[in-house]
């Protein structure tokens, strides 16, 4: 009976390992590319097919991508400072990388706190804004911005935010929570 729990506990834990390592190196990963040549896009977060990349922008991409995943290790452990530096040398190469942008306002949400909050916060909004830019229409970055907005304490702008993620057809509990919380906190201020 053991010996059965035991090959199904560790089955499982098998296939998520699979499962994390799998992730980690799917090659279709939302990435851009900063070139004037025109490549294959697949979706509007900006995948593109590595199949017709000249092989430079193929080693642009790993190196890239060698960046995110160190900076993803140092933030999992809790080194912000080390993780913020690996994310800024993956910008450095591809300033316009959706998935680098974000996640660099997403390590600034998470610093504030520890480090000056506000400079946290307004550097959080700025790359979020860049990812924007990169991105238009996507409610996923307008719904960061307006967190990081309203975290700020710019509570009509983080609304608007908020408004352009639904437009943009981003959806959620979450949103909707953020959504009437402000308007209650709108509302009650005047």
Do not use: W
């Not at 294959?40 to 991508?65: F, H, R």
Request: aromatic fraction near 10%; charge should be negative; include cysteine.
């Amino acid at each position: 009976m053991f010996e059965l729990l035991g090959t199904i506990v560790f089955g499982i834990l098998l296939f998520f390992v699979i499962k994390y390592y799998l992730k980690r190196l799917n090659p279709a990963k939302p990435v851009t590319i900063n070139s004037n040549e025109n490549y294959e896009v697949k979706a509007p977060t900006s995948e593109i097919t590595t199949a017709k990349l000249p092989q430079k922008d193929l080693a642009l991409l790993a190196e890239v991508q060698k960046h995110l995943d160190l900076a993803e290790d140092f933030r999992s452990l809790g080194f912000y400072e080390k993780a913020k530096e690996e994310y800024q040398e993956a910008l450095a190469l591809d300033s316009r990388n959706i998935e680098v942008l974000l996640a660099l306002g997403d390590l600034n949400l998470e610093m504030v706190g520890t480090v000056d909050s506000e400079r946290c916060l307004d550097e959080a909004i700025e790359r979020y804004k860049e990812a924007a830019e990169v991105c238009q229409e996507d409610g996923r970055i307008n719904y960061k911005i307006g967190v990081a907005l309203e975290r700020r304490g710019m509570f009509r702008e983080a609304l608007t935010a908020y408004q352009q993620a639904k437009e943009f057809g981003y959806q959620g509990d979450q949103l909707k929570i953020d959504f009437k919380r402000l308007e209650r906190i709108l509302r009650f201020s005047e």
